[in-house]
C-alpha cells in the first residue's frame, strides 16, 4: 500500500530507472490524479514533465462506471455502446477544453514527435482513460510509448500490452487479484486538485 500519490510516483520511479537522464524522454502524466505521481517520476529520472488531457465517459446515471474516454486532439475510445452518452460526451469534450487551457496556460500544444512518451496516472481500473492517452500520444508523434501506473487491474494492463495501438511497454508495480478499486492501494487518495496541477506544472515550467 503507498501512503499517497507522492509515495506511489517515488517507488514507481525506481522500477523506471533505465530512462533516467534519456534523451527525447518526457513524462506525461493524466490529470488529475496522475500528476503528483508523475512529478515525483519525473524529479527521480531528471525528465520533463507534462500532462496529456483525457476525461473518463461514465454511464449516465452511474458516472463511476467507464464506458469510454475523450483524450488530447479528439480522441475518442468507447468500450460500450450505451444510449445517452452522447450527451455525456459533449459535457466531457467542454471539461476537457477547460483543462486543457486552464493547464497548459499560454504554453504551446505538445510536440512529441521522435519522443519517447511516458505515461503516468495514479493506477488503472478499466483501462480506458489510459488506452485514448496511449492512442492520443501515437496521434501527436510519439516514438515509443510507455505507460507506467503503481496499481491496476491485470484485464487493464493486458490490454493495454495486447490490443493495437498498445503500449511498447507497461509497467505496473502490483496487479493485485482481485481488483476492487485503485483508491485501495492508498492510505490517503483525496481528490486532486485544478489548483495542485497548476502549482506542479509551474514549478517544473
Known amino acids: 500500500?503507498?501512503?499517497?500519490?507522492?509515495?506511489?510516483g517515488r517507488q514507481l520511479a525506481?522500477?523506471?530507472?533505465?530512462?533516467?537522464?534519456?534523451?527525447?524522454?518526457?513524462?506525461?502524466a493524466l490529470p488529475r490524479g496522475g500528476v503528483p505521481v508523475g512529478a515525483e517520476v519525473a524529479r527521480a529520472l531528471n525528465l520533463?514533465?507534462?500532462?496529456?488531457?483525457?476525461?473518463k465517459?461514465?454511464?449516465p446515471g452511474h458516472e463511476e462506471y467507464a464506458v469510454g474516454a475523450i483524450a488530447t486532439g479528439g480522441i475518442h475510445v468507447t468500450g460500450e455502446d450505451v444510449p445517452g452518452v452522447a450527451r455525456v460526451l459533449?459535457?466531457?469534450?467542454?471539461e476537457l477544453q477547460r483543462r486543457e487551457h486552464e493547464y497548459r496556460e499560454h504554453c504551446a500544444p505538445l510536440d512529441l514527435r521522435g519522443m519517447?512518451?511516458?505515461?503516468?496516472?495514479d493506477g488503472l481500473a478499466t483501462g480506458l482513460s489510459m488506452r485514448a492517452a496511449v492512442i492520443a500520444a501515437r496521434a501527436l508523434g510519439a516514438a515509443s510509448v510507455v505507460v507506467a501506473v503503481p496499481v491496476g487491474s491485470a484485464t487493464a494492463c493486458d490490454a493495454l500490452k495486447g490490443q493495437?495501438?498498445?503500449?511498447?511497454?507497461?509497467v505496473c508495480m502490483h496487479v493485485p487479484e482481485p481488483f476492487v478499486a485503485v483508491g485501495n492501494w492508498y492510505r490517503s487518495f483525496g481528490a486532486t486538485?485544478?489548483?495542485?496541477v497548476r502549482r506542479i506544472l509551474a514549478q517544473w515550467r
Open 193 to 196: 486538485t485544478d489548483e495542485e
Open 116 to 121: 519517447t512518451a511516458l505515461l503516468v496516472d
Open 164 to 170: 493495437a495501438p498498445h503500449a511498447d511497454e507497461v
Open 14 to 28: 525506481t522500477l523506471l530507472s533505465h530512462y533516467r537522464d534519456a534523451q527525447r524522454c518526457i513524462v506525461l
Open 90 to 94: 459533449k459535457r466531457e469534450r467542454r
Open 57 to 59: 465517459l461514465g454511464f
Open 1 to 8: 500500500m503507498f501512503r499517497d500519490r507522492t509515495d506511489a
Open 48 to 55: 520533463p514533465l507534462d500532462v496529456l488531457v483525457v476525461r
